[in-house]
């Protein structure tokens, strides 16, 4: 950390239980030049430490400085900064490609006639492996170790790079399959809302003190905001730069205040809160801003349930949705275990930087506010394909059945279909999934004692889930497992089938697994629209089950009722779920625990001593990690038949100096896309088809189809995911109407073909590429491949109608250019099929923000000039964007300065 320039002289000793830290002290910059900043939101109070810190008059100079405390004039700001975070959170699904870039970081460094030991994290990594356990076992007491066994067996080669990278790169730890979500595993144990470093200075060693800080490979990093931990996802590509040292270059962000008064009422959850939060966000908008939550009603939330918020903050599109400091923010820390001093440190450093929130403070100044009384929250599910479609519970038969029409057109009546082998049918509407499953809740003691509550009474009833249903439980953290059994509640869950299944992002990341063969053939044969309930985060289009097209979440006691009900055609709330042994109707309100109750056992079970004994040695892992073999080295040594890990071809025939950027020239429409294009759609990461691209890769490699994995198993392998790009089973080229599906039209001669197939015919003619898209472009999961695959094909730009924040960075960082549409324009409203040429000049000379022209050559011979805005957002983006991409910016940074 080179030492700060200190322009404000804010810097500072505190004192904490006989331990000296140097910090850089707010109140004491807001008396040396920046006044008011004690009314600044608490997060960018963070961003303006971080400033303060890293002052050097080149990345951070003074001016950026006082950017900060000027955006209280007008609470916006076009002022670009450099962020430092204090260190990176993978999971394995997008950390597996960043480790493989970073070997082949080391390889073209070797070539550049670079040292490969200067490829190494600058600041601490943690990668926890949590998004590659599917649920192919269920419903047993060894479903646990099947699923782990079988989850070993299909990503040994995974998993052997991993413990290279772990032994090869300083400064990179992981934590092993088994242990938990990386966002549940980084409340728990990994954040420390302030962090420490040791820095050799003036002859000795001094401790900073400064707030924790992150970004993560994963969209849902911003759960850890809930701990007042500042923290938001990005791409792997992004995440790779901040692990190498270089700053996060960002506009000072807008700050929209979201105001909670009041308490919830009996009967609704965190989840429920959760669900209308996003709800009210999505219709504010706040993409590529940050919300701060603020008010009475903090005082009223466990800590648990502002993670809750917290983690949805990408289904609001919102950058984080942060909690500041208080005596919860103490508790907890200290209720997991934390250490005593680390405990301290964090209220006192918390008071003296202004950073501690009190009931009775004058609230922050924002840009914008909105409000809610947490007393009118109800009982919700959101869904059948986004979750911001929240559902009032009395309400679901009835919106299910018009969602129906809209999913496939139907004359309102209900299919049903004959399950083989079986006494019962399935029908639309019919719950074939319901997992307690991801980050989003798994986190939350609250709602996971009361589903084993709500099971425990069900159980007691004689009531069990419908035989169609496939039930899972997938915990955040193995302390989840520990008080559930302490609670005597896991026979309950074991009994309505909520076995164990595994730790890790399942259901939710579309690691559901098949479902049993009789269900599946009846939904298809029947073309049902089969539903899934799940405590998780996303439902997007061919997320969850490729035989499951209405996904709705809920919370973790809804599920277990809904897996009771087995459909959706039914209100819960009036109708019975079913009978007990006597033939007595058995309603929801009969069985739902109250919160006394649900407080009660939580005092009696939960304590600092289970966290310090799962915690205890966390790096370890279990008897199949310790028993991965791994050969030493600086550099990998690539298998060449693996199909998981291959190096990339990103630095091929790389030179210091990049080549000269060119225009576009006549390029060709790959795809015309409509509004709210998530990265799943972009970049699948549940299963590969056997007749598509990919799965023909593989068969060509000798890959039954029964060891696919998925594609986000496969994320080391360009090979794999290139064919994969724009193959989600439900996306919808409107070049095709009417197919779902990764197809396109080649033009001129208008042939049909998979996108992947039509790209490379395209690169061997030598035809550059460009997609045409709607609003909101890019939703959903920090996925760098969804970049990455876009670029391989050989698409040079984006154009679209509005991008998400973290996609529209990663294209950026993958050389690809994001243009957006003006006033109102659309590829509908000129007339688009797709058969047209687009070039776009000016490439050469582009500016941040500067609007270019695309000229726009209609088969009818028309021609039309469209003016676009470029979405390349700062200065420091154009450097990477010249350079071909972020990841040849840092490495030709790298091997420079140290020649």
Request: net charge negative; proline share 6%.
């Amino acid at each position: 950390m080179p030492k700060s320039l200190d322009s404000f002289k804010s810097r500072r000793t505190l004192n904490v239980g006989g331990k000296e830290y140097v910090y850089f002290s707010l109140p004491e910059a807001e008396k040396n030049g920046l006044e008011g900043i004690n009314r600044l939101p608490f997060s960018l109070k963070v961003l303006l430490e971080n400033l303060l810190r890293f002052e050097d008059g080149r990345t951070v100079t003074a001016d950026d400085i006082r950017g900060v405390a000027e955006w209280l004039k007008e609470r916006y700001s076009t002022r670009e900064i450099a962020y430092r975070p204090a260190r990176v959170l993978m999971q394995d699904f997008t950390g597996v490609p960043a480790v493989v870039d970073l070997a082949a970081m080391r390889d073209a460094t070797t070539k550049l006639g670079g040292d490969p030991k200067r490829i190494n994290p600058q600041v601490p990594v943690d990668l926890v492996i949590d998004h590659s356990v599917m649920v192919d076992f269920f419903g047993s007491q060894n479903a646990f170790e099947k699923n782990v066994d079988l989850e070993y067996e299909r990503n040994g080669e995974r998993y052997t790079f991993l413990r290279w990278g772990q032994e090869a790169f300083d400064n990179f730890r992981v934590v092993p399959p088994g242990t938990g979500i990386c966002h549940q595993v980084n409340l728990e144990y990994l954040a420390q809302t302030v962090w420490t470093r040791d820095e050799a200075e003036d002859g000795g060693t001094v401790t900073y003190a400064f707030p924790d800080t992150l970004v993560g490979t994963d969209s849902h990093t911003t759960m850890v905001n809930g701990l007042s931990v500042l923290g938001w996802g990005v791409g792997g590509i992004e995440a790779e730069a901040a692990m190498l040292g270089q700053p996060i270059s960002m506009l000072i962000p807008e700050v929209v205040g979201f105001k909670l008064t009041g308490k919830l009422p009996e009967g609704t959850t965190a989840t429920d809160l959760v669900l209308t939060v996003t709800q009210m966000l999505r219709k504010k908008g706040v993409v590529g801003k940050f919300v701060e939550f603020y008010g009475p009603g903090l005082s009223n939330l466990s800590l648990e349930d502002q993670a809750t918020i917290a983690n949805m903050a990408p289904e609001y599109g919102a950058t984080c949705g942060f909690f500041p400091v208080d005596n919860d923010t103490v508790n907890y820390l200290k209720a997991t275990g934390r250490q005593q001093d680390r405990v301290a440190l964090v209220e006192e450093y918390a008071k003296a930087q202004g950073m501690w929130r009190l009931d009775d403070m004058a609230d922050p100044y924002f840009t914008d506010t909105l409000e809610l009384d947490l007393s009118t929250v109800v009982p919700s599910l959101a869904g059948p394909k986004r979750p911001q479609d929240r559902v009032a519970l009395t309400d679901v038969a009835p919106a299910f059945a018009k969602a129906l029409g809209e999913i496939r057109p139907t004359d309102g009546s209900f299919k049903t279909a004959p399950v083989e082998g079986a006494d019962y049918t399935v029908g639309d509407g019919s719950v074939v999934i319901a997992a307690i499953t991801s980050c989003t809740n798994t986190s939350n003691p609250s709602v996971l004692i009361g589903a084993g509550l709500l099971a425990r009474k069900a159980h007691a009833k004689g009531l069990t889930a419908k035989p169609w249903v496939k039930t899972s439980l997938a915990p955040g953290s193995q302390v989840v497992t520990e008080y559930l059994a302490k609670a005597d509640l896991t026979k309950d869950l074991d009994a309505l089938g909520f076995n164990l299944v595994g730790y890790g992002c399942t259901t939710c990341i579309g690691n559901s697994g098949p479902l049993p063969e009789p269900i599946s053939a009846a939904i298809n044969a029947g073309d049902l629209v089969a539903a899934s309930v799940l405590s998780g985060n996303r439902n997007f289009e061919g997320r969850v089950n490729p035989d499951v097209r209405a996904n709705y979440l809920a919370s973790p006691p809804l599920v277990v009722a809904y897996a009771i009900a087995g459909s959706l055609n039914i209100d819960i709330t009036k109708e019975p779920l079913g009978q007990d042994p006597e033939g007595n109707d058995v309603y929801l309100r009969d069985i739902w625990p109250t919160s006394a109750e649900i407080a009660s056992v939580i005092r009696d079970v939960i304590s600092r001593e289970m966290f310090l004994s799962r915690y205890g040695d966390v790096f370890k892992g279990d008897r199949h990690w310790q028993g991965i073999q791994v050969k030493g080295g600086m550099t990998y040594d690539w298998p060449i038949s693996s199909t998981y890990v291959q190096n990339p071809p990103y630095f091929e025939g790389m030179s210091m100096t990049p080549k000269p950027l060119t225009d576009i020239k006549g390029a060709r429409v790959l795809a015309l896309f409509l509004d709210s294009i998530t990265t799943d759609h972009i970049s699948p990461a549940g299963s590969i088809k056997k007749n598509g691209p990919a799965g023909e890769y593989l068969m060509e490699h000798q890959v039954p189809a029964s060891e696919f994995n998925s594609y986000g198993a496969r994320r080391g392998n360009h090979e794999v995911m290139m064919r994969g790009t724009f193959a989600n089973i439900r996306i919808k080229n409107q070049m095709v109407p009417g197919v779902e599906g990764g197809v396109t039209l080649h033009q001129p001669d208008g042939g049909q073909m998979s996108i992947y197939d039509a790209a490379m015919k395209y690169q061997e003619e030598q035809v550059p590429l460009v997609v045409f898209a709607g609003k909101e472009y890019g939703t959903g999961s920090s996925r760098d491949w969804a970049a990455k695959g876009t670029t391989l094909l050989g698409v040079r730009a984006v154009i679209a109608q509005s991008f998400e924040r973290i996609h529209r960075s990663n294209l950026v960082g993958m050389g690809v250019l994001p243009l957006v549409f003006k006033d109102e324009q659309s590829w509908q409203t000129l007339g688009i099929k797709g058969d047209e040429k687009v070039t776009i000049e000016g490439v050469t000379e582009l500016k941040p923000r500067q609007t270019i022209d695309a000229r726009i050559e209609f088969a009818d011979g028309r021609v039309e000039t469209v003016p676009l805005l470029l979405r390349i957002d700062t200065l420091d983006e154009m450097d990477y964007f010249r350079n071909g991409g972020i990841l040849q910016y840092v490495l030709r940074n790298l091997v420079s300065q140290a020649a």
